[in-house]
């Protein structure tokens, strides 16, 4: 089945600096990728998502890149703010078959003001 | 838009009983998918009902069930509870044709004693 692998665990940026989370999934299946900040207490929060049809999505400080060659999806927070602080989660599905997520290990991003 | 609803929000449990929980979906989902968020295991997917028919299932045991009602809510049961089924359960309601997205609700803690 689907493997998907996070890195790193824990990320401590500066607030105001780039913060980037890298995942590689192992199904060439899979086309569908989203990612999830969760807060303590609360639920993943959808925040992102990307399709294998592209390569590059942007929302406001937040960006995902996707290399389907080497099966890798990055996540890219700019100008972080101390609410940016949470834990984060991609995940990967093969939407055609339903909605199965395989998450990652997760990220805890730690802004410093 | 009322988002995903899950009761209830806490329980504690003595080995060897069993549990049910409940997950109400947005308001025109026709999925609901389960998933177990434990900090040794991460997220793993339980299940996936979709028209109240099980889509997908992941690697658990026997003891996890769940069902699917016309009206979209859905239930899982645990029998036969074990002190590692203790965990943060997930639920996620998404449209459920395709790549589509899938929002959490805040989850049920379970502890089992």
């Known amino acids: 089945g689907e493997n998907v692998e996070q890195h790193p665990s824990t990320l401590s940026v500066q607030e105001g600096d780039s913060a980037v989370i890298k995942c590689t999934y192992s199904d060439s299946a899979s086309n569908y990728f989203p990612w999830y900040k969760q807060e303590l207490g609360k639920g993943p929060q959808l925040i992102i998502d990307?399709?294998?049809?592209?390569g590059e999505k942007k929302d406001q400080r937040i960006a995902v890149t996707l290399n389907k060659t080497a099966k890798h999806f990055s996540l890219h927070i700019t100008e972080t703010q101390p609410e940016d602080s949470a834990v984060y989660f991609c995940?990967?599905?093969?939407?055609?078959?339903?909605?199965?997520?395989?998450f990652g290990g997760g990220t805890r991003v730690l802004v410093k003001p | 838009k009322a988002g995903v609803t899950q009761t209830p929000r806490y329980l504690i449990k003595t080995r060897g009983q069993q549990v049910t929980l409940s997950c109400s979906p947005i308001?025109?989902?026709?999925?609901v998918s389960w998933y177990q968020q434990t900090p040794g295991q991460g997220l793993q997917f339980l299940f996936e009902?979709?028209?109240?028919?099980?889509?997908n299932k992941g690697n658990f045991p026997g003891r996890f069930s769940g069902r699917q009602f016309s009206n979209s809510r859905s239930e899982m049961n645990v029998s036969t509870l074990e002190l590692g089924d203790s965990a943060l359960y997930l639920c996620?309601?998404?449209?459920?044709?395709?790549?589509?997205?899938?929002?959490f609700g805040q989850g049920t803690r379970l502890t089992v004693v």
């Open positions: 996620a309601s998404s449209l459920g044709t395709g790549n589509t997205e899938a929002f």
């Open positions: 990307i399709r294998s049809n592209v």
């Open positions: 308001s025109g989902h026709r999925s």
């Open positions: 009902y979709f028209s109240e028919t099980q889509r």
């Open positions: 995940a990967a599905s093969k939407g055609a078959a339903g909605n199965k997520l395989t």
